[in-house]
C-alpha cells in the first residue's frame, strides 16, 4: 500500500512538473501574427512638380503599417502620390512589393522619392536635387507579373531603398506604372520603417 501512495505522489509531482514545463514554454515562446495590411485607395495623378498639387491629392501613410495600395488605370497607366511625414530624424526603409493588376498581365513602374523644393517651396523635386546631388537615386523601380517571371535587375519583384529624413520632414512618392494591356486596377504593397 505504501508503495502505491509513493508512485502515484511521485506520479502527481511529475504530472504537476510537466504541466509547468508546458505552460513556461508557452509563455516564453513569441507569438507571431501575419501583419496585415491595410488597404487604400490612391487618387489618380500624372506626374507633377508643382507642391499644392502633391500635398492636396497625396494619401498619407504611416511607419510601420503595411499597406495594400489600389490605383484605378486611366487607358494603359496610372500613377498617383503617396506622403509619409517623418515621426523622427532616422534613416528610413521603403520596401515595396506585390505589384499585380486586377487581369494578371505584366506591370512595371517606379516610385519617385520626392520632397518640397528648399529654395521654391512651390515645388516637389528629386529628393537627391534636394539634398544638393544630381545622383539620380530617386527611383525605386518595382515589376509585376512578368513575361516568362524574367524579372530584370532594374524592375525586380520586390525592392527596398533607403532614405534620411528629419523630424516632421515630409517625402512624397509618386507611383508611375504602365502595362501591356488594358486593366482597371494595379495594386502594390508599401511598408516604410
Not at 496610372?78 to 506585390?98: Q, W
Request: some cysteine; charged content about 20%; glycine content about 6%.
Amino acid at each position: 500500500m505504501k508503495t502505491e501512495n509513493t508512485f502515484m505522489k511521485g506520479l502527481k509531482s511529475l504530472l504537476c512538473l510537466s504541466l509547468a514545463f508546458v505552460m513556461a514554454l508557452a509563455l516564453l515562446t513569441p507569438v507571431t501574427a501575419q501583419a496585415k495590411s491595410k488597404d487604400i485607395t490612391v487618387k489618380s495623378q500624372k506626374f507633377t512638380n508643382t507642391a499644392s498639387v502633391a500635398k492636396k491629392k497625396a494619401t498619407k501613410v504611416s511607419a510601420g503599417k503595411t499597406y495594400s495600395i489600389t490605383f484605378k488605370t486611366k487607358g494603359y497607366d496610372c500613377g498617383g502620390f503617396v506622403k509619409f511625414v517623418a515621426p523622427k530624424s532616422k534613416t528610413y526603409t521603403i520596401s515595396v512589393s506585390n505589384l499585380s493588376t486586377d487581369d494578371g498581365k505584366y506591370c512595371c513602374g517606379s516610385l519617385a522619392e520626392m520632397l518640397v523644393d528648399p529654395k521654391h517651396p512651390q515645388s516637389v523635386i528629386f529628393i537627391d536635387q534636394a539634398r544638393g546631388s544630381y545622383s539620380g537615386k530617386h527611383w525605386i523601380n518595382i515589376a509585376g507579373q512578368s513575361f516568362n517571371n524574367n524579372y530584370t535587375k532594374d524592375y525586380p519583384p520586390k525592392n527596398k531603398a533607403k532614405v534620411k529624413l528629419n523630424k516632421g520632414e515630409t517625402l512624397f512618392l509618386h507611383y508611375s506604372f504602365t502595362f501591356g494591356y488594358k486593366c482597371k486596377r494595379v495594386t502594390t504593397k508599401l511598408l516604410i520603417k
